[in-house]
């Protein structure tokens, strides 16, 4: 029972264990032409209150998934990222650091994807449908979906092989159509602001999740927090958004937050992982 005058305390952010390791790839393995040691992969995770066992399994499911190489010296086992790895990884990288909250530079076209299968061909619907949400389309109306600005997606189709299924096209909105409607239509926004209000509520105190370990363990808390945000949003065009968009405080925090944990969680990281150099190939 809470006592009177007692605040609740932010909880942790809700992320699964392989969440958490691609932010952990992304900060400490992207780039270095490193493997880390399991070992060692595992003392991190346990600052975060992920058991060893999880930590092994997410390693194995990564490494099956063609995610992770194994390199071995000696009795150790070390995971480097594949070629597969480093591009998902640096996607990852481009929506936190570059793209930002707000489309704050959109040139008012937008990306239409329309699309008609045979009934027999559900599995390849879902699949659609989930590629195009997660590249910030949303559904408009039956069988086609809208996205602000030009998305580049043959390389996504490509391994569906749709062929003929599907139509790609770039428009503007004509009256009476307006863009804001579409927005309205396409997206749901509200939800959207409660993603970023929730993020806000964890993120926006003095004392950020007081229960962590340490500043690595928020540093890895925070970023797979955003990152999970930003992946979710479609990345709509600022001019058609509320003034007081709390995707906006929300990305200054990020940022604030992300400079304030850096320095200890590199020296804390540097501390606990054993790396292995890899050539370049």
């Known amino acids: 029972m809470k006592r009177e005058g007692e605040q ?40 975060l209150g992920v058991s060893e066992e999880a930590v092994r399994s997410t390693l194995t499911r990564m490494a099956k998934r ?18 597969h790895a480093a591009e998902v990884l640096d996607d990852g990288r481009r929506r936190v650091w570059e793209t930002g ?41 039956s069988g086609l979906w809208i996205a602000p600005g030009t998305k580049d997606i043959e390389a996504m189709l490509a391994p569906l092989g749709l062929g003929d299924n599907v139509t790609v096209l770039q428009a503007r909105a004509l009256k009476p159509t307006e863009s804001a409607d579409l927005v309205r239509r396409a997206f749901d926004t509200d939800q959207i602001a ?19 370990a340490d500043d690595l363990a928020r ?15 479609p990345h709509l065009p600022a001019e ?22 850096e320095p200890i969680a590199a020296k804390l990281a540097e501390s606990v992982l054993d790396e292995l150099p890899l050539e370049r190939g």
Not at 223 to 230: A, C
């Open 8 to 47: 609740d305390q932010p909880q942790m952010p809700s992320a699964r264990p392989q969440s958490l390791m691609f932010s952990f790839l992304g900060i400490y393995v992207l780039g270095r032409d490193t493997a880390v040691y399991s070992g060692s992969v595992i003392d991190v995770f346990a600052r």
């Open 66 to 83: 063609n995610l992770l190489s194994r390199h071995r010296q000696g009795k150790k086992v070390y995971f480097g990222l594949t070629p």
């Open 240 to 261: 058609h958004l509320p003034a007081d968009w709390p995707a906006i405080r929300a990305e200054t925090l990020f940022h604030s937050l992300a400079r304030r944990y």
């Open 194 to 212: 409660v993603r970023y209000r929730a993020f806000l509520d964890r993120w926006d105190t003095p004392h950020p999740l007081p229960g962590a």
């Open 101 to 141: 909250a707000v489309n704050r530079d959109w040139d008012g076209t937008w990306t239409l994807v329309g699309f008609s299968l045979p009934g027999n061909e559900r599995s390849t619907r879902h699949d659609l449908r989930s590629q195009l949400s997660w590249a910030g389309f949303g559904l408009l109306q």
């Open 219 to 233: 540093q890895l808390f925070l970023h797979t927090d955003w990152l999970q945000l930003v992946r979710q949003d």
